[in-house]
Structures are given as C-alpha cells and as structure tokens.
C-alpha cells in the first residue's frame, strides 16, 4: 500500500524560509514522477513543482526562483522536499505531496489527474 505523508507546515512570515517534506511509503517502481501541488481557499489546485527519478525538476512560472524540489530514496522509501525562499501571502495553502509513474513527467507534470497517489496535505500561511 503506498502512503504519502507531509509534514513542515504552519505560519511564517514573508520574507522567512519553509522546507515541506513528504515521506512516500510503499512505492516500489523505479521510475516515476514526484510532483508539489497547492491548493488555495475558493482556487482550484495547481502544480507547484515536479521532479523525477533522475532528479530533473520542473517549476511553475509562478515560483520559478523561489522554491526549490529535491528527492531522495533510501531503504525503498522516497522522500520529497519542497523549499520555499521568500514566501510571500499568494503562497498560502495547502501544499500536497503525489507520486506517479515516469510518464506523468512526460505527459503532464503540472496536472494532477495524471498522479495515483496523494497525501492528506500540509497547510501553509504567509503574513505579512
């Protein structure tokens, strides 16, 4: 069974630094895409960042710059970072972590239908 579980959120400051994590349990596939995705109140969800088993990343327009992917996998477990550089108050949300197979990069990095699995989310809040 897979499981993806974030943690690192809650309420920072703009201009602070955030670091989401997401602990991706059971996934055996070798080759797959680990994506970000934020929902904001009343907004529809969006992708934030993707990255895949090479380690190529790929950014939305709107955060180009600012937040940074990273994965990592030890003893079959993935681990998903998402670093977050000068938050500002559009970035609050709540931030999801999802896995897919490798073509989910090829396809539609940004598009969540594409991924099979999800976690519950990790909420952040930026104030001025």
């Known amino acids: 069974q897979v499981q993806l579980l974030e943690s690192g959120g809650g309420s920072v400051q703009s201009g602070g630094n955030l670091t989401l994590s997401c602990v991706v349990s059971?996934?055996?596939?070798?080759?797959?895409?680990l994506g970000w995705f934020r929902q904001a109140p009343g907004k529809e969800r969006e992708g934030v960042a993707a990255?895949?088993?090479?380690?190529?990343?790929?950014?939305a327009d709107f955060v180009k710059g600012r937040f940074t992917i990273s994965q990592g996998n030890a003893n079959d477990t993935l681990t998903l970072s998402l670093g977050i550089n000068t938050p500002k108050p559009e970035d609050t949300a709540m931030y999801f972590c999802?896995?897919?197979?490798?073509?989910?990069?090829?396809?539609?990095?940004?598009?969540?239908?594409?991924?099979?699995?999800w976690g519950q989310g990790t909420q952040v809040t930026v104030s001025t």
């Open positions: 059971g996934y055996t596939e070798k080759l797959f895409c």
């Open positions: 999802a896995a897919g197979p490798k073509h989910v990069w090829y396809v539609g990095p940004f598009e969540e239908i594409w991924y099979k699995h």
């Open positions: 990255i895949n088993d090479d380690g190529n990343a790929k950014y």
